[in-house]
């Protein structure tokens, strides 16, 4: 009995730390997709207050994209500092009530880069009204930086919108990986077989889905019947950035038990507001 349970250990500690992860630049990302909730006047002049501080070299040659019906929102900039063309989605804004139709709308349509693939039709809507502007925005500045790196990042609803990005720019990007994609408090964004599909792919070069101790979000929408909503692989959980600092677990498969499924209440919007131990909150409010 003693070996059967040293060798389920053992199997569980096996899926854990085996993709890499560049931690120092997952912050600067999470410093963007905090910006991305900023007034985007502020934006274009990199002077959003604590937010745009995250990354004080800021960004040059900025597209803000914005959809007026849904208020879907993001941008694009070059960051010198990083020698990279930066993709933001941003998340959900608590005071907009279309964010959270979108947030809320668990019904599934057909994706079309998939056999049998179903997704979330409030995220991939949202995606969908950003879809011609990225396009247009990201050849523009890809022109002008033909050999510059490319981060894609969001938080929450962004981090959603973020993983639609992913097929369109390596598409535009020549049909190679991206530099980076890191995520925070994503939600699950499609069924089983969008998730097995999305792991099978090339996409970026890093890739991980960052979540917060009890953050709610990454449990929604449900893996449970009738929903069955699922993750993709790459997970980085970090047991607290408010209590632990940065300690984290690195897990290979989705849905795993030593990442955020540890949990077994996760009801803390705190988690889902206090990434790398910022106050997402007050920054948001403070750069309207």
Not at 193 to 215: E, H, K, M, V
Not at 233 to 256: M, R, V
Request: proline share 5%.
């Amino acid at each position: 009995m003693k070996s059967i349970f040293l060798l389920i250990i053992s199997l569980l500690l096996a899926s854990c730390s085996q993709f890499q992860y560049n931690e120092t630049l997952a912050q600067d990302l999470a410093g963007f997709s905090l910006a991305s909730y900023c007034n985007p006047k502020y934006l274009q002049q990199w002077n959003c207050g604590s937010a745009c501080k995250k990354n004080p070299n800021g960004l040059t040659d900025f597209s803000y994209l914005y959809n007026k019906t849904l208020k879907a929102s993001g941008y694009i900039g070059y960051s010198a500092h990083h020698d990279a063309i930066i993709v933001v989605f941003r998340g959900t804004v608590p005071w907009l009530i279309q964010n959270w139709i979108a947030d809320l709308n668990t019904i599934k349509i057909q994706y079309p880069f998939c056999e049998n693939c179903y997704v979330h039709k409030g995220f991939y809507k949202q995606f969908n009204q950003l879809k011609s502007q990225l396009i247009q925005s990201f050849t523009e500045i890809r022109q002008k930086y033909p050999s510059s790196k490319i981060f894609v990042t969001g938080h929450s609803l962004g981090a959603a919108m973020s993983f639609h990005s992913m097929p369109i720019i390596f598409e535009l990007n020549g049909n190679k990986p991206i530099d980076a994609f890191y995520n925070y408090g994503s939600p699950r964004v499609g069924n089983e077989a969008y998730a097995t599909w999305f792991n099978l792919q090339n996409f970026a070069l890093q890739y991980g889905r960052i979540n917060n101790a009890a953050d709610p979000v990454p449990h929604l929408p449900p893996i449970l019947f009738p929903f069955q909503f699922y993750h993709t692989n790459h997970e980085i959980f970090y047991t607290s950035f408010i209590e632990d600092g940065n300690k984290y677990e690195q897990c290979l498969d989705a849905e795993h038990k030593l990442c955020a499924n540890s949990k077994i209440i996760a009801a803390s919007v705190r988690d889902h507001l206090s990434y790398f131990g910022w106050n997402w909150a007050t920054s948001i409010l403070t750069c309207q």
